[in-house]
């Protein structure tokens, strides 16, 4: 018997039924195989980019512009909740730059940890951190949601490495995922030996750290934003300001300052979250340009707005006798703009009681000190700065007015402020309009030119929400009014931090910066311009 006639029935229907497969898949012109691929889920679309150089050219094309994947589930089960926002950021095809995690309280940070290596491995950096509350589109309802946790454990143990959740009711997890070509991502870790001793040293280090990785992958000399996540407790303050005075105003810096959190890096060297002569305080995502990025990809900017949150109340005061405690607070006396009488703590925070129409517990009472600073910013460069820092009241006596933080000098001026809804209220609706008018207008010269729209991020101050609002959804209103559908997540948290040169923040930053912000709002807002070949 001849080898042609040896081959059986099932075997000839076997390689009839490949060869046809073959014949159909080489059949399928360029337009329809994009149309295929466009729809697979991450995972098959990451499989069909190896068949063959054409479908991975392919899927090069399909994933030509920047993307963002988010998604919120307040399941219970970390296992749950974890399978429903994993697929539902990875319905679409996406190559992951970079991952943020944000749960709360009741979830472990290993867990997740262990849940985002063995589900995206260890290629794109990520950050995990615990937040006050979170903010993004269900995976059950595919809405918006706002979910503020009122019970949240925020004392941060300097031993605490996320292994032990807080048994406060506090569950889900809002994930996101960001591919962004064009841009280098990678995870830059502020480390310290002990957090006293971490504030003068290790920021220098942060700050050339930074600036090494941005040299190397970029043939510009700072990145383009930044995202941030502190311990809880640590000043973030002197990071910030430093940060501030080294980056050029170009450079977003958005972030919470207070929260527990894990990370990974690209370079292995940097992840350092705890070992027995260091351990890391701040983590910072750095975004800078891809000097190796083809002509033809297009340009990613970021943006920041800032809805406030506070009013002033009373006079200006000047500080006349200033006392920095062991204990990080200030100790300070202080006389009303106009007036020779000096005051002692109790009498100033009774006249700011009298201004109010209902008592206000200290607790809800900052003052916002307008310093002027020389600050150094190279061997033989200086500069005169003029910022607003917020200091928390803590209460007052005979003897001082009590204040959270130092750095407060003698003859620094500052304003009383107060929570305020009226004032969040209309500074979301100001910023609505703003963003409206803005996307209306087609011809705009302004420099914040916002382009395509294709993602964003919130930080929200922990105090605001449905309970301070009286109304739900209103600190995602203004991104979601403008940019229906557009993928949004995002945080409560016990500290924004919020820097960048923008039309959207308030006039008076133009002269007067501030960084860390109380009872506000900070919205990145991701956009692209395509290259003109794209046009």
Not at 237 to 264: C, H, N, W
Not at 285 to 302: H, M, P, T, V, Y
Not at 358 to 370: A, E, F, M, P, R
Request: glycine share 8%; aromatic share 8%; charged share 25%.
């Amino acid at each position: 018997m001849d080898e042609a006639s040896s081959s059986t029935p099932k075997s000839d229907a076997k390689q009839l039924k490949t060869t046809t497969a073959g014949a159909l898949f080489s059949l399928l012109n360029d337009d329809l195989l994009h149309n295929i691929l466009a729809r697979l889920p991450a995972p098959s679309f990451a499989s069909a980019a190896c068949v063959s150089k054409s479908w991975s050219q392919t899927c090069t094309l399909i994933l030509s512009r920047p993307k963002l994947a988010s998604a919120l589930s307040l399941n219970p089960s970390l296992q749950v909740a974890w399978k429903e926002v994993t697929e539902k950021v990875l319905a679409e095809p996406i190559r992951p730059h970079f991952i943020i995690a944000n749960v709360g309280s009741g979830f472990h940070l290993v867990d997740v940890n262990k849940l985002i290596k063995e589900r995206f491995g260890c290629r794109a950096p990520f950050v995990i951190s615990t937040a006050n509350g979170i903010l993004g589109t269900d995976v059950v309802t595919c809405e918006i949601k706002e979910v503020r946790w009122d019970s949240v454990s925020s004392d941060v143990s300097d031993d605490d490495d996320g292994s032990v959740p807080a048994e406060d009711g506090s569950y889900g997890i809002v994930l996101t995922v960001g591919f962004v070509p064009g841009l280098k991502v990678d995870a830059i870790p502020l480390l310290s030996t002990s957090v006293k001793e971490c504030q003068e040293v290790f920021i220098d280090k942060f700050l050339m750290d930074i600036k090494d990785y941005t040299a190397s992958v970029s043939d510009c000399t700072a990145p383009v934003g930044i995202i941030m996540f502190g311990d809880g407790c640590t000043n973030m303050r002197p990071v910030v300001d430093a940060l501030d005075y080294v980056m050029p105003e170009e450079t977003v810096i958005v972030g919470d300052e207070k929260g527990r959190f894990l990370y990974r890096s690209e370079n292995e060297s940097r992840n350092v979250c705890g070992t027995a002569t260091s351990f890391s305080v701040a983590v910072a995502l750095i975004f800078a340009r891809d000097k190796e990025n083809s002509c033809g990809i297009g340009d990613i900017q970021f943006q920041i707005a800032l809805s406030e949150g506070v009013s002033t109340i009373g006079s200006k005061h000047k500080a006349v006798s200033v006392r920095a405690s062991a204990s990080d607070s200030t100790w300070l006396t202080a006389r009303r703009e106009g007036h020779r009488e000096i005051l002692d703590g109790q009498r100033i925070l009774n006249d700011i009681n009298d201004e109010l129409e209902n008592h206000t517990d200290s607790s809800d009472l900052y003052i916002g000190v307008k310093k002027r600073r020389s600050i150094s910013t190279g061997p033989k460069t200086r500069r005169l700065v003029t910022s607003l820092d917020f200091h928390g009241v803590i209460g007052g006596d005979e003897s001082y007015l009590y204040v959270n933080d130092v750095g407060i000098k003698t003859g620094d001026y500052f304003h009383f402020y107060r929570p305020d809804p009226q004032t969040a209220l209309s500074s979301c609706t100001n910023l609505s309009v703003s963003l409206k008018n803005l996307k209306m207008d087609e011809n705009s010269k302004d420099c914040c030119n916002l382009g395509e729209v294709f993602g964003g991020f919130i930080f929200a101050c922990c105090g605001r929400g449905e309970s301070f609002f009286e109304r739900v959804n209103v600190d995602s209103s203004p991104f979601v009014e403008n940019f229906p559908g557009v993928p949004l997540g995002g945080i409560f948290c016990g500290g924004e931090i919020g820097r960048g040169s923008s039309m959207f923040t308030r006039e008076a930053q133009k002269d007067c910066k501030c960084n860390l912000h109380v009872y506000s709002t900070i919205y990145l807002v991701l956009s692209y311009t395509p290259a003109a070949l794209d046009h």
